[in-house]
């Protein structure tokens, strides 16, 4: 979710073309955020420290030789090296697994890039969050398209692609006080201890909270609405965890990383990524910032990923990615191997280590 370029940091996967514009972001050229109008010059860009990777292309290929989907989401098998990805089946819109019922937009690839495993077939309806467990299970998150076709289902799996579970009800969008039903729900996570947490929210007319649930997925609390103040969301678009416990949400439209303690106690508001759509903690303790949106024709920053240390959000690195609108995920190998998910423009991508 080619030449072999080297670029100054690490990432990996897809993109849809442009005109079927993912995850709310903006069309290339269109800006997104705060900054000049359109007459004015491009403001001054904040300059990072670059990190030492290369990228790697067409690094996997999916299941049939078919062209790569729009991918947001990805994350690390349990045995640190494997990579999955929840892929919006190859096609130009992004209810493309509606379209393509025969597709299988779960897939597990080998560091080699081999093709181990692949289901979900007809399943799904837009493909957004992904999460691997303790035990080795795949969790996934089922949206809502950008024409409203409805998922809103956190569903999980074992590794040969039985179900064992269902969270949500497939096809009906929850109000903003229903902690058993989500409306274009976005990721998902399960905390060392069994607790679980939810980032529900995408579009405008989404609910904007993070649900908390024991690890039998009793309800425990939520907190968050829409806008743009320290504890509001717009949206909740990704969740990761440190080794303390805290929890980070990219919280895309208001441009910061905002860390809280396991009962929605804010603790950071940090908003030097630029704008982040994916984050990520590895077991290093650093923290990776996924930013797609950012358009450097109008705000400060530009697309890449971000590399900083959880005990201060110092930024020590950064990887750029040339084209806006797309690099949306984020997950890191045991080894350092630095994988995206690419919404807007296909391909597979990786980053390692010069």
Known sequence: MRLKTVLAAAVLLLALPAFAQDDGAPA????????????????????????????????????????????????????GKSVWVFERCSGTRDDDCVQNPKMNPIMKFDEHGKLLKAFGAGMFHYPHGIFIDRNDHIWVVDGVTKNAVVGDTIRIFDQDGKLLETHGTNGMRGSATDPYNYNEVSDVLQA??????????????????????????????????????????????????????????????????????????????????????????????????????????????????????????????????????????????????IYGGYTNIPGAHRFVKN
Do not use: C
């Open 192 to 337: 060392p201890n069994g607790d679980i947490f939810v980032a529900d929210g995408h579009d405008p007319d989404g609910n904007f909270r993070v649900l908390k649930y024991d690890r039998n997925w009793k309800f425990i609390t939520m907190w968050g609405q829409k806008g743009n103040g320290p504890t509001d969301f717009n949206p909740p678009h990704g969740l990761a965890m440190d080794k303390e416990g805290r929890l980070y949400v990219a919280d895309r439209g208001n441009r910061a990383v905002k860390r809280f303690d396991q009962n929605g106690k804010l603790l950071d508001v940090w908003t030097q990524f630029g704008q982040p759509s994916g984050v990520f903690v590895d077991k290093n303790d650093t923290l990776y910032v996924a930013d797609s949106t950012s358009n450097p024709a109008s705000t400060a920053f530009s697309p890449g990923i971000r590399m900083a240390k959880v005990s201060d959000g110092k930024i020590f690195g950064n990887i750029p990615w040339p084209e806006q609108g797309t690099e949306e995920g984020v997950a890191v190998a045991d080894d350092g191997t």
């Open 28 to 79: 290339p050229g269109r800006g997104a955020g705060r900054g000049r109008g359109p007459a004015g010059p491009p403001p001054p860009q904040v300059v990072m420290p670059a990190a030492p990777y290369h990228v790697e292309n067409d690094w996997a290929q999916p299941e049939g030789a078919r062209k790569w989907g729009a991918v947001s989401a990805i994350d690390i098998d349990k045995d």
